[in-house]
């Protein structure tokens, strides 16, 4: 995720379905902001959280093929890039990615929805074969896990309600409560900065909390800020600052599997060269966030 100040470093986590708007969503952690609708509702439309299909059995890509399906860990309450539409379908930028990504290989992507907090256990559980959850890509991260090329860039933004005027800076956060993930990149940049962290499951929530008055400010993706924005305007709400790194966001994956990661990597590229990668950016975020 992204760092403030001089720690800058990297967020975690974006797309959007302006059919889901921003009532659901519950991820504030891993350098997302979650903006959807989404039920958050494990057993809803192609989500699962039960099983672990054939990560259980290795997380190679014969094996995968061989299965016929590759198991991919998300949110499902993380707009815009996971979660469920009105009709209660999993939906979003990175579900989209996954299942093209999953198609161009060669197999179906079948999606185990988990918390943010339990993602990474969950991979290095087997319980899946790859993380599609705008995860940034950290040298931290890159030690234990593989990573795909990148294919999201983003910023963190730092929000307060819309008659704040004491917090202008990530420096203000200093003493002032911030609704984070407590495991997540956002807020290690809100801890760096001096402030008092309150756990929250996720962005929508964290917004909850900010315009009740309960916590003062909360640190997200700016992607899924805008999302909230466009699909609830009146929300009273807004960006006083931004970090200056750019967040780069891979496809994650258990180390040791490079076949894996090739063609995962084969089918990004491809997917850009003939135009579906902006075909999918386009539809959540009016331009390619890739760049």
């Known amino acids: 995720m992204l760092s403030a100040a001089i720690l800058l470093a990297g967020t975690a986590c974006g797309a959007k379905n302006n059919d889901n708007g921003a009532n659901n969503g519950t991820n ?14 494990a057993g809803a439309g192609t989500g699962n959280t ?22 991919v860990g998300t949110e499902g309450t993380y707009a815009p890039f996971t979660f469920h539409d009105k009709s209660g379908k999993l939906t ?25 907090d339990g993602m990474l256990a969950g991979l290095d559980a087997k319980r899946f074969d790859m993380v599609a959850n705008e995860v940034t890509i950290r040298d ?10 990148p294919y999201i860039l983003s910023k963190a933004v ?38 008092q962290l309150v756990q929250v499951d996720g962005f929508n929530q ?21 999302d909230l924005k466009k699909a609830r305007p009146d929300v009273p709400i807004k960006v006083v600052a ?37 075909e999918i950016s386009n539809t959540y975020f009016g331009e390619d966030v890739s760049k």
């Open 242 to 278: 931004e970090t200056d790194n750019v967040s780069r966001s891979g496809l994650l994956f258990r180390k040791g599997n490079p076949e894996l990661v090739a063609a995962a990597n084969k089918a990004l590229a491809d997917m850009k060269a003939d135009g579906r990668y902006l």
């Open 92 to 116: 979003g930028f990175d579900v989209d990615v996954a299942e093209e990504v999953a198609k161009r290989i060669g197999v179906k992507a079948k999606f185990m929805e988990t918390k943010w």
């Open 140 to 149: 931290d991260r890159k030690a234990k896990y593989d990573f795909s090329d």
């Open 206 to 226: 964290a917004i909850d909390l900010l315009t009740s008055g309960r916590i003062d400010a909360t640190i997200n993706d700016k992607l899924s800020f805008l």
């Open 50 to 71: 039960e099983g672990g299909g054939n990560a259980a059995a290795g997380n190679s890509l014969a094996a995968i093929k061989s299965a016929g399906e590759i198991t």
């Open 28 to 41: 504030a952690g891993n350098g997302k902001g979650n903006a959807g609708n989404g039920t958050g509702n």
């Open 158 to 195: 730092l929000i307060v309600k819309q008659n704040n005027t004491s917090i202008k800076s990530l420096a203000d956060l200093k003493g002032k409560k911030s609704g984070q993930s407590l495991t997540s990149d956002l807020g290690d940049i809100a801890k760096a900065n001096g402030a």
